[in-house]
């Protein structure tokens, strides 16, 4: 049997009622040399029943149960035929074009490695809008030192921009193969298996062809980070969980003992680096911008009303273990963000104003302002199908964004 160019995954865990809209989008794709693999990690039957909807020989379903997300993914990109493997998260939505696009670009040299960019549904409060990034529309290599260059000199917003994140990008065989038969023996290892694949991709592969665009859309509002953001929900707590080992997995490489999402994310790295070896050794942790990342996050909970109070203490501990001059850095950077007592003074001041209501005043104020001024997108989409549809017959001329 002919494998298929493109063999996407869609990992999933008790969101039945995100998959119809995620392997629609896949099946109405312009490009139709594919194959769809579900990989179902529930013991339920809804998952399966909203698969069976389905009839095209393309889609295939696949039942794990009772794995970790990073073990869940792996044994879906097992089943994989194809050429080049795409991970797609329930919560996306590939543009109906997306994959067309992507064959054009790469048929003629096969790229091993490819990462694009993605418009955001933000619906996490009582207004919906759709992010979408600014984009040139072109197409260029990344050599993969580019990549790591900024894990030592920029934020982790610009690292993420164009290190091939697991769910923003694609993976040819050569270069599975390599990864699998590298030092960690896996595509995926733990912690967050869309970072750590990305940054064993830009160890084994020389370049990311990059797509200066958007190619999925996805939902903010079902989302693990999100969960570990607010400490609240079901989903930290699974995670948490069928990962095993507790919680010092998310910190056992680097000096903030406590879970945070831009921790967690550098521990990745650095554990990836470690085993890996190779480019990844010539590009070493920055840890003042490390501890800067973390201080922001932490600030940021606690402007959501999240208790921080643990992960503050974990972040300072960390901090006085450090030399004089890391330390010298973090001040320095966090001066640059304004005077300490002004950021206690904010925090303070939008706890009381969670606590009145009239915080939720002032963004309804802002959602406001920003339908009229800023993000137009809003009001006409209630899910990414329908974002996706008007972005193609926009995309086509037939309507305009006014």
Same mark, same amino acid.
């Given at each position: 049997?002919?494998?298929?160019?493109?063999?996407?995954?869609?990992?999933?865990?008790?969101?039945?009622?995100?998959?119809?809209?995620?392997?629609?989008?896949?099946?109405?794709?312009? @490009?139709?040399?594919?194959?769809?693999?579900?990989?179902?990690?529930?013991?339920?039957?809804?998952?399966?029943?909203?698969?069976?909807?389905?009839?095209?020989?393309?889609?295939?379903?696949?039942?794990?149960?009772?794995?970790?997300?990073?073990?869940?993914?792996?044994?879906?990109?097992?089943?994989?035929?194809?050429?080049?493997?795409?991970?797609?998260?329930?919560?996306?939505?590939?543009?109906?074009?997306?994959?067309?696009?992507?064959?054009?670009?790469?048929?003629?040299?096969?790229?091993?490695?490819?990462?694009?960019?993605?418009?955001?549904?933000?619906?996490?409060?009582?207004?919906?809008?759709?992010?979408?990034?600014?984009?040139?529309?072109?197409?260029?290599?990344?050599?993969?030192?580019?990549?790591?260059?900024?894990?030592?000199?920029?934020?982790?917003?610009?690292?993420?921009?164009?290190?091939?994140?697991?769910?923003?990008?694609? @993976?040819?065989?050569?270069?599975?193969?390599?990864?699998?038969?590298?030092?960690?023996?896996?595509?995926?290892?733990?912690?967050?298996?869309?970072?750590?694949?990305?940054?064993?991709?830009?160890?084994?592969?020389?370049?990311?062809?990059?797509?200066?665009?958007?190619?999925?859309?996805?939902?903010?509002?079902?989302?693990?980070?999100?969960?570990?953001?607010?400490?609240?929900?079901?989903?930290?707590?699974?995670?948490?969980?069928?990962?095993?080992?507790?919680?010092?997995?998310? @910190?056992?490489?680097?000096?903030?003992?406590?879970?945070?999402?831009?921790?967690?994310?550098?521990?990745?790295?650095?554990?990836?680096?470690?085993?890996?070896?190779?480019?990844?050794?010539?590009?070493?942790?920055?840890?003042?911008?490390?501890?800067?990342?973390?201080?922001?996050?932490?600030?940021?909970?606690?402007?959501?009303?999240?208790?921080?109070?643990?992960?503050?203490?974990?972040?300072?501990?960390?901090?006085?273990?450090?030399?004089?001059?890391?330390?010298?850095?973090?001040?320095?950077?966090?001066?640059?963000?304004?005077?300490?007592?002004?950021?206690?003074?904010?925090?303070?001041?939008?706890?009381?104003?969670?606590?009145?209501?009239?915080?939720?005043?002032?963004?309804?104020?802002?959602?406001?302002?920003?339908?009229?001024?800023?993000?137009?997108?809003?009001?006409?989409?209630?899910?990414?199908?329908?974002?996706?549809?008007?972005?193609?017959?926009?995309?086509?001329?037939?309507?305009?964004?006014?």
């Amino acid at each position: 049997m002919k494998s298929p160019y493109f063999s996407v995954v869609i990992p999933t865990k008790g969101r039945s009622f995100l998959m119809a809209g995620a392997i629609e989008s896949v099946l109405r794709q312009t @490009f139709s040399d594919l194959e769809l693999i579900v990989c179902d990690n529930d013991d339920g039957e809804a998952t399966h029943e909203v698969v069976a909807r389905f009839d095209d020989p393309r889609l295939r379903y696949h039942r794990t149960g009772n794995l970790s997300m990073p073990d869940n993914w792996d044994s879906g990109f097992a089943q994989a035929r194809g050429e080049y493997l795409l991970i797609l998260e329930d919560k996306q939505a590939f543009k109906l074009r997306s994959l067309e696009r992507i064959y054009r670009e790469t048929e003629k040299d096969r790229p091993e490695c490819l990462r694009w960019l993605v418009d955001w549904l933000d619906d996490t409060g009582s207004m919906t809008f759709v992010d979408r990034p600014k984009t040139t529309g072109k197409v260029r290599r990344v050599p993969s030192e580019e990549i790591l260059e900024q894990i030592a000199n920029q934020d982790l917003d610009a690292v993420s921009r164009t290190l091939p994140i697991g769910h923003f990008s694609g @993976f040819h065989r050569a270069l599975r193969q390599r990864i699998q038969n590298g030092a960690m023996h896996r595509l995926c290892p733990p912690v967050s298996p869309d970072y750590t694949l990305g940054f064993q991709a830009v160890g084994y592969a020389d370049s990311v062809c990059f797509f200066d665009e958007a190619l999925v859309a996805s939902s903010r509002v079902n989302s693990n980070g999100r969960s570990f953001v607010l400490k609240s929900g079901d989903l930290r707590h699974r995670f948490l969980k069928e990962l095993g080992g507790g919680e010092e997995i998310f @910190f056992d490489h680097s000096p903030v003992k406590a879970i945070t999402i831009p921790g967690s994310i550098c521990n990745d790295y650095l554990r990836v680096r470690q085993a890996v070896g190779g480019r990844l050794l010539d590009f070493p942790m920055n840890w003042p911008n490390y501890f800067t990342e973390i201080h922001r996050f932490i600030v940021g909970c606690q402007e959501n009303g999240v208790n921080m109070d643990p992960e503050q203490l974990a972040w300072r501990k960390g901090l006085q273990e450090q030399t004089p001059d890391i330390q010298a850095q973090v001040a320095e950077a966090l001066r640059a963000r304004g005077p300490l007592w002004r950021e206690k003074l904010h925090s303070f001041t939008k706890g009381i104003r969670r606590k009145t209501g009239l915080l939720g005043l002032e963004h309804a104020a802002k959602a406001r302002l920003s339908l009229l001024f800023k993000r137009k997108l809003t009001g006409r989409f209630t899910t990414l199908l329908q974002y996706i549809e008007w972005e193609d017959s926009q995309a086509k001329g037939l309507i305009r964004d006014k």
